[in-house]
């Protein structure tokens, strides 16, 4: 799966304090925990079976990202999982500390990361926040939601 | 990442329907990598239940920060940004007529201690288990 470079965000775009903050060491094994939660989110919010599935699966893809290509020759870091309800959308940020996103040619992966996570959210966003943490930030629409 | 890092997982939550339901899962989760037998596994989700409720009318800013960690038998919790006597008063409404104090009934150990970032306080809750693999037991750690 290859990270590739996109826009850059402003910190003035991550201001809304976030519902959930999830951090937790960037290891395979966490992104289990991560989708637990995003469960019991879609559980309080009634949302139907195919939305929490398209919003697990595109954190999770953007988890796994951090997991296998932010902090690389077997260094350890934070994954850090933001939840923001708004009136019509859900925004998940997924930040990590490594060094960005850019093009491996030596990518374990076959590349289908971000464009999974582009078809599956409303709007996807790559950049950096005030502290030069790199994020994935994806909006998935309300209206797509079941009523509570 | 330090040691303690690596096994630690941190949760802010905003005051409302969600606390509950997302402290309740993530905890499930740990503690079930952590081989935790059911019965400890029950009672800290009952602890996870009582922060969820009534940690929300003591915490300073609107949200409820939980910090799990976890060791080869035990299970640590922090509840913190709490504000001031808020540690007292979450203690004060666990107590249930006729049962007591539920998180000090599921607990092992159970203090308050001061916020690491300069906060009030944090209450701090320790649920010791055996794990599957460690014979038999009534599950609770020494």
Redesign the interface.
């Given at each position: 799966m290859t990270r590739e470079a996109s826009d850059v965000m402003t910190a003035t775009e991550a201001a809304s304090?976030?519902?959930?903050?999830?951090?937790?060491?960037a290891r395979a094994?966490?992104v289990?925990?991560v989708r637990?939660?995003l469960?019991?989110?879609g559980?309080?919010l009634a949302l139907d079976e195919q939305t929490l599935s398209d919003i697990r699966l595109a954190v999770t893809e953007a988890c796994t990202n951090v997991v296998v290509h932010a902090y690389p020759n077997g260094e350890?870091?934070?994954l850090e999982v933001l939840a923001t309800?708004g009136e019509e959308d859900l925004t998940v940020v997924v930040r990590d500390e490594g060094g960005g996103i850019s093009p491996r040619r030596d990518s374990p992966g076959l590349g289908l990361g971000l464009p999974l996570i582009a078809s599956l959210a409303e709007n996807v966003q790559l950049g950096h926040d005030a502290q030069k943490r790199t994020e994935v930030r994806m909006t998935f629409l309300l209206s797509a939601l079941a009523e509570p | 990442?330090t040691e303690e890092?690596?096994?630690?997982?941190?949760?802010?939550?905003?005051n409302?329907?969600?606390a509950g339901?997302?402290l309740?899962?993530?905890v499930?989760?740990?503690l079930a990598?952590a081989d935790c037998p059911v019965d400890r596994l029950d009672d800290a989700l009952l602890a996870c239940e009582e922060i969820a409720t009534h940690g929300p009318g003591f915490v300073a800013d609107g949200?409820l920060s939980v910090t799990l960690r976890t060791g080869r038998d035990r299970l640590e919790l922090r509840v913190g940004e709490l504000t001031e006597q808020g540690a007292e008063g979450m203690l004060s409404a666990a107590i249930v007529p006729g049962v007591g104090n539920v998180l000090e009934r599921v607990s092992d150990e159970l203090r308050v201690e001061p916020g690491r970032d300069g906060g009030v306080g944090e209450l701090v809750l320790r649920i010791g288990f055996r794990t599957a693999g460690a014979g038999s037991g009534d599950g609770r750690a020494a």
């Open positions: 304090t976030p519902d959930i903050e999830l951090l937790l060491p094994e966490n289990a925990i637990h939660a469960g019991a989110l559980e309080v350890e870091g934070p309800l | 990442m890092m690596r096994s630690e997982t941190s949760l802010r939550l905003a409302g329907p969600l339901p997302v309740c899962r993530v499930s989760m740990v990598r949200h």
